[in-house]
């Protein structure tokens, strides 16, 4: 071949390679271009399967399934078809459009029967023009059986002593075992992460048991123990914790003076809280002096403190003692407790005026003022609400003058209205006459009166702790009278001094009335006279539990004895509050120091004639003595006295009524439907007679008397029954009616007579008839209190003794229930006492011992066991009836026989239904117990995203952990914002003591960075497209075709 043949055939094998060449990258990139169009779609479509890791048997789970269809342009994206399956089982076909650049999300509900490994797949196909693309995805399930679960009772203390051994004694119960299955369970008490003790335990299933530790704190803190239990239940793991709250306190006292103001001892506040605490008694041990069991209520500044002292006082004081870390809390007030060795009164009075306190009440806030004005006041008797009353005076101190009519005309020509409503504006226009006025209040007796006065009080600002203890504690009618402005100062009381003129002889007062008439006067005189409480005549029907009472009272006073005594004597007219007492007519006499206003007594009612006296004080300056006077004299004194009296009774100018010495009117009569209308209370100061239109079979008909030895009357009804009738009074104890006395060597204490009509049958074994015995009267009559005995008089004319047992005690009285099985006259009786010089015997005695609660802090509704340890001390075999009390009721009383020298437990168990703090009794030995809510407390512990970049419309899921570390299981509200933007919410419920992990899936279209703010908690996320071109097995084949072509073509020619 010639050379320009070999250059020509060169240069055209050249140009062929160039050409092969420029084609092979045009296929290269046209094959490319369809690959990634078409190819690329399948590389990204994805699918993801959502179910839990692990569920258990007959659970119904949601297993979703969600695919993302990429935006593929010039594709015809037809629809996509899914057949779910569970291991090889197929649940059900679904199909679905799916668009370009779309989400599609399937969810299907299955149940696992059986317990065991499980795979969980998804086979897709979608249709892409005519391309059929393949998704599957799959995840593994554990399905197990029904969760095995430890609950734990922390039963532990809340406060704790340093240096003192705590006992911590959790109660474990496990659930869903099988029948009979036992599990070994190893509890552990972890401080700090580190374990202190560790006890094992066989629990069977749905069996509860307590498992103790025991732990000396040597410092004092706020402690968080926990406690860990550890199990292997079916060849698995498990383990769950606990925690609780623990304070421990250094006990001992710490020696302190403080300085501030006294208020007396408030006996109704003492009522609210005890001294007979085990922790405080253990204080109490450690003092080098006896602490009396009163005090008083002491206030330093913002401090508030009860102060153990047998000093009653008020004012201002040093108290030398010392300080306990105990605390009460009473009114919702945080009270000190504070033991008195020595307390030191000193004068700190400043004299200011009503207007300065107004103006600068700040500068006088718990300081001791002295204020000259008119006073006027009213005092009553309050109910505390559990039953108890307390004195309180109320009134207003004015500089404005005061008006004529004193309060006690107001009382007895108004007498109804200014009880029933003492809060009214009507009255408290009278107390506070002008605009210049302050209140002034004390929880003392006193009698009501309106005079000029010099009142040394406590200045109170409101908003500090001590103007709400003492406020608090009145009633909502005595709390009207206070000022309404939050900026106003009250007063507390500590002595007033009536400005008076002192008279000699009564006779000046009688001669020249004009002089001293609407003069306040003081003398000394001798007095004759009585009280009267005038609550049932006011309000017509004795069983309405007003607000306070009246006791008027009537008398005469005289210097000395001339020829008319109308001449020596004054009429004397005063009115207090009333505590309610038995006797309706209570007589006085003696010697004693009045103060009061001069009036008309024509002021008072026309029947009055002359000039008397408006009692403001009566002080006894001399023992109660009989007068000195002649018979027929002192007969027609009393004789003025009860005329006096009749007026004071009457409230009319018409008729007035005999002054009766035992009852006012002859008897009460209470008419109601049936028994749901009989009143709360009533009373038995005279015959009450109750008549009931209609009685159901099976209701009960249950009378509650107050200020009586009878206390209750308890009825069952058997059949039903019209027009029954049921008729109570109190007789003469010394029965002269009844023909026969009481049999045995016996005392009657009160006697009654019970008579019953259309409810003969009613009286039954579930009758009962309740009563109380004073233990003075023990004493002074000599009777045995263990051998009390209700009695009764039968149709036979003979006494029969009915069995009495015992229900309750307290430091004055001791109550008694006994079935009366039948009507008639009754008598409580008990034996003499009987001395045998000869009986050498050791009498039964009992000592009670080790009274323990387990737990000590219980929940609503939950059982406590009381336990307690008696022995018998006594000479031989007994039995001992042991009653629980709480809060000084009876809840149960146990019988139990004991050997001389035997120790036996007695145990009660107690449930309580309601929070609080509660004192629980047995014999003389005390505890308390603490009934708590169980309440919630749940709080994000962690977030956590699945990736921080997704594609556009890619799930992430956001996983967020929840911690509840109260003691019930409640619900917690997710809120899932994205940039500001809230677009999911989800409520889950947490158990007590338990940790839960919540799942939310998400996604965003546009690329972007976003925040996610999950309650609080922020998280940063990106979208962005996937950006890599998609490189498909065929580009690779034909690109290595053409390679090997031009290979082979270069390889000929060289052979050539």
């Given at each position: 071949?010639?050379?320009?043949?070999?250059?020509?055939?060169?240069?055209?094998?050249?140009?062929?390679?160039?050409?092969?060449?420029?084609?092979?990258?045009?296929?290269?990139?046209?094959?490319?271009?369809?690959?990634?169009?078409?190819?690329?779609?399948?590389?990204?479509?994805?699918?993801?399967?959502?179910?839990?890791?692990?569920?258990?048997?007959?659970?119904?789970?949601?297993?979703?399934?969600?695919?993302?269809?990429?935006?593929?342009?010039?594709?015809?994206?037809?629809?996509?078809?899914?057949?779910?399956?569970?291991?090889?089982?197929?649940?059900?076909?679904?199909?679905?459009?799916?668009?370009?650049?779309?989400?599609?999300?399937?969810?299907?509900?299955?149940?696992?029967?059986?317990?065991?490994?499980?795979?969980?797949?998804?086979?897709?196909?979608?249709?892409?023009?005519?391309?059929?693309?393949?998704?599957?995805?799959?995840?593994?399930?554990?399905?197990?059986?029904?969760?095995?679960?430890?609950?734990?009772?922390?039963?532990?203390?809340?406060?704790?002593?340093?240096?003192?051994?705590?006992?911590?004694?959790?109660?474990?119960?496990?659930?869903?075992?099988?029948?009979?299955?036992?599990?070994?369970?190893?509890?552990?008490?972890?401080?700090?992460?580190?374990?202190?003790?560790?006890?094992?335990?066989?629990?069977?299933?749905?069996?509860?048991?307590?498992?103790?530790?025991?732990?000396?704190?040597?410092?004092?803190?706020?402690?968080?123990?926990?406690?860990?239990?550890?199990?292997?239940?079916?060849?698995?793991?498990?383990?769950?914790?606990?925690?609780?709250?623990?304070?421990?306190?250094?006990?001992?006292?710490?020696?302190?003076?403080?300085?501030?103001?006294?208020?007396?001892?408030?006996?109704?506040?003492?009522?609210?809280?005890?001294?007979?605490?085990?922790?405080?008694?253990?204080?109490?041990?450690?003092?080098?002096?006896?602490?009396?069991?009163?005090?008083?209520?002491?206030?330093?500044?913002?401090?508030?403190?009860?102060?153990?002292?047998?000093?009653?006082?008020?004012?201002?004081?040093?108290?030398?003692?010392?300080?306990?870390?105990?605390?009460?809390?009473?009114?919702?007030?945080?009270?000190?407790?504070?033991?008195?060795?020595?307390?030191?009164?000193?004068?700190?009075?400043?004299?200011?005026?009503?207007?300065?306190?107004?103006?600068?009440?700040?500068?006088?806030?718990?300081?001791?003022?002295?204020?000259?004005?008119?006073?006027?006041?009213?005092?009553?008797?309050?109910?505390?609400?559990?039953?108890?009353?307390?004195?309180?005076?109320?009134?207003?101190?004015?500089?404005?003058?005061?008006?004529?009519?004193?309060?006690?005309?107001?009382?007895?020509?108004?007498?109804?209205?200014?009880?029933?409503?003492?809060?009214?504006?009507?009255?408290?226009?009278?107390?506070?006459?002008?605009?210049?006025?302050?209140?002034?209040?004390?929880?003392?007796?006193?009698y009501w009166y309106n005079g000029q006065a010099e009142t040394e009080a406590i200045v109170l600002e409101p908003g500090t702790k001590i103007y709400e203890l003492l406020t608090n504690s009145t009633t909502e009618e005595v709390s009207n009278l206070?000022?309404?402005?939050?900026?106003?100062?009250?007063?507390?009381?500590?002595?007033?001094?009536?400005?008076?003129?002192?008279?000699?002889?009564?006779?000046?007062?009688?001669?020249?009335?004009?002089?001293?008439?609407?003069?306040?006067?003081?003398?000394?005189?001798?007095?004759?006279?009585?009280?009267?409480?005038?609550?049932?005549?006011?309000?017509?029907?004795?069983?309405?539990?007003?607000?306070?009472?009246?006791?008027?009272?009537?008398?005469?006073?005289?210097?000395?004895?001339?020829?008319?005594?109308?001449?020596?004597?004054?009429?004397?007219?005063?009115?207090?509050?009333?505590?309610?007492?038995?006797?309706?007519?209570?007589?006085?006499?003696?010697?004693?120091?009045?103060?009061?206003?001069?009036?008309?007594?024509?002021?008072?009612?026309?029947?009055?004639?002359?000039?008397?006296?408006?009692?403001?004080?009566?002080?006894?300056?001399?023992?109660?003595?009989?007068?000195?006077?002649?018979?027929?004299?002192?007969?027609?004194?009393?004789?003025?006295?009860?005329?006096?009296?009749?007026?004071?009774?009457?409230?009319?100018?018409?008729?007035?009524?005999?002054?009766?010495?035992?009852?006012?009117?002859?008897?009460?009569?209470?008419?109601?439907?049936?028994?749901?209308?009989?009143?709360?209370?009533?009373?038995?100061?005279?015959?009450?007679?109750?008549?009931?239109?209609?009685?159901?079979?099976?209701?009960?008909?249950?009378?509650?008397?107050?200020?009586?030895?009878?206390?209750?009357?308890?009825?069952?009804?058997?059949?039903?029954?019209?027009?029954?009738?049921?008729?109570?009074?109190?007789?003469?104890?010394?029965?002269?009616?009844?023909?026969?006395?009481?049999?045995?060597?016996?005392?009657?204490?009160?006697?009654?007579?019970?008579?019953?009509?259309?409810?003969?049958?009613?009286?039954?074994?579930?009758?009962?008839?309740?009563?109380?015995?004073?233990?003075?009267?023990?004493?002074?009559?000599?009777?045995?209190?263990?051998?009390?005995?209700?009695?009764?008089?039968?149709?036979?004319?003979?006494?029969?003794?009915?069995?009495?047992?015992?229900?309750?005690?307290?430091?004055?009285?001791?109550?008694?229930?006994?079935?009366?099985?039948?009507?008639?006259?009754?008598?409580?009786?008990?034996?003499?006492?009987?001395?045998?010089?000869?009986?050498?015997?050791?009498?039964?005695?009992?000592?009670?011992?080790?009274?323990?609660?387990?737990?000590?802090?219980?929940?609503?509704?939950?059982?406590?066991?009381?336990?307690?340890?008696?022995?018998?001390?006594?000479?031989?075999?007994?039995?001992?009836?042991?009653?629980?009390?709480?809060n000084g009721e009876i809840k149960e009383t146990q019988a139990l026989s004991i050997s001389l020298g035997e120790t036996r437990a007695i145990g009660f168990d107690l449930e309580i239904q309601e929070p609080g703090e509660y004192i629980v009794k047995?014999?003389?030995?005390?505890?308390?117990?603490?009934?708590?809510?169980?309440?919630?407390?749940?709080?994000?512990?962690?977030?956590?995203?699945?990736?921080?970049?997704?594609?556009?419309?890619?799930?992430?899921?956001?996983?967020?952990?929840?911690?509840?570390?109260?003691?019930?299981?409640?619900?917690?509200?997710?809120?899932?914002?994205?940039?500001?933007?809230?677009?999911?919410?989800?409520?889950?419920?947490?158990?007590?003591?338990?940790?839960?992990?919540?799942?939310?899936?998400?996604?965003?279209?546009?690329?972007?960075?976003?925040?996610?703010?999950?309650?609080?908690?922020?998280?940063?996320?990106?979208?962005?497209?996937?950006?890599?071109?998609?490189?498909?097995?065929?580009?690779?084949?034909?690109?290595?075709?053409?390679?090997?072509?031009?290979?082979?073509?270069?390889?000929?020619?060289?052979?050539?």
């Open positions: 071949m010639g050379g320009y043949e070999f250059m020509r055939e060169m240069c055209l094998g050249e140009c062929l390679k160039l050409c092969l060449l420029v084609v092979t990258v045009f296929v290269f990139v046209l094959v490319s271009f369809l690959s990634f169009s078409v190819v690329g779609a399948q590389d990204s479509a994805s699918a993801q399967i959502g179910v839990p890791e692990r569920v258990e048997v007959d659970e119904e789970v949601d297993i979703e399934t969600s695919f993302y269809i990429p935006d593929v342009e010039e594709t015809d994206v037809s629809y996509l078809s899914l057949q779910p399956y569970v291991n090889d089982t197929l649940i059900e076909t679904e199909s679905s459009p799916a668009p370009p650049g779309s989400n599609v999300s399937f969810v299907f509900d299955y149940v696992f029967e059986q317990k065991g490994d499980y795979e969980v797949r998804s086979e897709a196909t979608v249709t892409l023009g005519n391309e059929i693309i393949e998704i599957n995805a799959s995840e593994s399930v554990e399905v197990t059986s029904k969760g095995f679960d430890v609950y734990i009772n922390m039963q532990n203390p809340v406060y704790a002593e340093v240096d003192e051994n705590t006992n911590l004694s959790p109660t474990l119960e496990l659930a869903d075992l099988d029948e009979n299955q036992t599990i070994n369970v190893s509890t552990s008490l972890l401080l700090d992460g580190e374990r202190i003790e560790s006890r094992d335990a066989s629990i069977r299933d749905g069996e509860s048991k307590e498992v103790s530790f025991s732990h000396v704190f040597t410092e004092k803190g706020n402690f968080t123990p926990e406690l860990l239990v550890e199990a292997t239940v079916n060849g698995e793991e498990f383990e769950k914790n606990a925690f609780f709250n623990l304070s421990v306190m250094e006990t001992d006292p710490q020696r302190k003076n403080i300085q501030g103001m006294s208020f007396g001892s408030l006996s109704f506040l003492e009522e609210e809280f005890s001294l007979d605490n085990k922790s405080i008694n253990r204080t109490l041990d450690k003092l080098p002096i006896d602490a009396a069991d009163e005090g008083l209520i002491f206030s330093q500044g913002e401090d508030v403190f009860y102060v153990i002292t047998g000093e009653k006082r008020k004012g201002y004081a040093n108290i030398s003692g010392w300080l306990l870390q105990n605390k009460v809390s009473i009114r919702d007030v945080e009270i000190q407790l504070f033991v008195a060795e020595y307390i030191n009164y000193r004068e700190k009075t400043q004299s200011t005026t009503i207007n300065e306190l107004m103006n600068s009440s700040s500068e006088f806030s718990q300081e001791i003022v002295e204020v000259d004005s008119i006073k006027r006041q009213i005092s009553q008797q309050i109910n505390q609400g559990d039953g108890t009353e307390s004195p309180v005076t109320v009134g207003y101190v004015s500089e404005s003058p005061p008006e004529i009519k004193p309060l006690v005309k107001e009382a007895i020509d108004n007498g109804g209205e200014l009880i029933k409503g003492p809060g009214s504006l009507e009255i408290k226009q009278k107390l506070r006459p002008g605009n210049t006025s302050l209140p002034v209040f004390s929880y003392e007796e006193s206070l000022p309404s402005e939050e900026d106003k100062p009250i007063l507390y009381e500590i002595e007033s001094k009536l400005d008076y003129e002192g008279i000699i002889a009564i006779q000046a007062i009688k001669q020249n009335p004009e002089i001293y008439e609407d003069k306040v006067i003081a003398f000394v005189s001798k007095g004759i006279g009585g009280k009267i409480s005038i609550q049932e005549t006011i309000n017509n029907v004795s069983v309405t539990n007003v607000t306070g009472d009246i006791l008027l009272e009537g008398g005469v006073s005289w210097y000395r004895i001339v020829d008319s005594f109308e001449e020596s004597t004054l009429v004397t007219l005063g009115a207090s509050s009333h505590k309610g007492q038995e006797t309706i007519y209570e007589p006085y006499l003696g010697m004693y120091t009045y103060i009061g206003r001069v009036v008309s007594l024509d002021e008072i009612n026309e029947l009055l004639e002359g000039v008397g006296l408006v009692v403001y004080e009566r002080k006894n300056i001399a023992e109660s003595e009989e007068p000195d006077i002649e018979e027929d004299l002192r007969n027609k004194l009393t004789n003025r006295t009860k005329e006096i009296n009749k007026v004071l009774l009457s409230f009319t100018q018409k008729n007035p009524k005999e002054v009766p010495t035992k009852e006012i009117t002859e008897h009460i009569e209470i008419e109601v439907q049936g028994p749901g209308e009989l009143p709360e209370n009533i009373s038995l100061k005279k015959p009450i007679e109750i008549k009931i239109g209609y009685i159901r079979n099976e209701t009960s008909i249950n009378l509650t008397i107050k200020h009586s030895f009878l206390s209750k009357i308890n009825l069952l009804a058997k059949g039903n029954t019209s027009g029954a009738e049921i008729k109570i009074k109190q007789i003469n104890k010394e029965l002269t009616e009844i023909p026969q006395d009481p049999i045995g060597e016996t005392e009657t204490y009160r006697a009654f007579e019970l008579e019953l009509k259309n409810l003969t049958e009613q009286i039954n074994e579930e009758a009962e008839i309740e009563f109380s015995v004073p233990r003075e009267w023990f004493n002074e009559t000599n009777t045995n209190q263990e051998n009390v005995s209700l009695q009764r008089f039968g149709e036979n004319q003979n006494w029969s003794k009915l069995p009495t047992n015992i229900t309750e005690e307290n430091e004055t009285h001791i109550s008694y229930r006994a079935n009366p099985q039948d009507t008639s006259v009754f008598a409580v009786t008990a034996e003499k006492e009987t001395e045998d010089e000869d009986k050498e015997e050791k009498p039964l005695e009992f000592v009670v011992e080790e009274l323990s609660l387990s737990p000590e802090i219980n929940q609503p509704g939950e059982i406590t066991q009381v336990t307690v340890q008696v022995t018998n001390t006594g000479g031989e075999e007994g039995t001992y009836r042991a009653n629980l009390t709480v047995v014999g003389e030995e005390t505890a308390e117990l603490i009934i708590e809510q169980k309440e919630s407390d749940i709080s994000i512990t962690n977030v956590s995203l699945s990736k921080q970049k997704v594609p556009p419309e890619q799930n992430i899921t956001v996983t967020v952990e929840l911690r509840n570390s109260g003691e019930a299981a409640g619900n917690y509200t997710l809120g899932l914002s994205v940039n500001d933007e809230l677009i999911k919410q989800r409520t889950t419920e947490v158990g007590p003591k338990s940790t839960k992990e919540v799942e939310i899936d998400i996604s965003r279209e546009k690329e972007g960075t976003y925040e996610l703010d999950i309650n609080g908690f922020i998280e940063e996320f990106e979208v962005e497209k996937d950006r890599t071109p998609g490189f498909s097995s065929l580009v690779a084949i034909v690109a290595l075709l053409i390679v090997s072509l031009i290979y082979k073509k270069k390889n000929k020619k060289n052979r050539v």
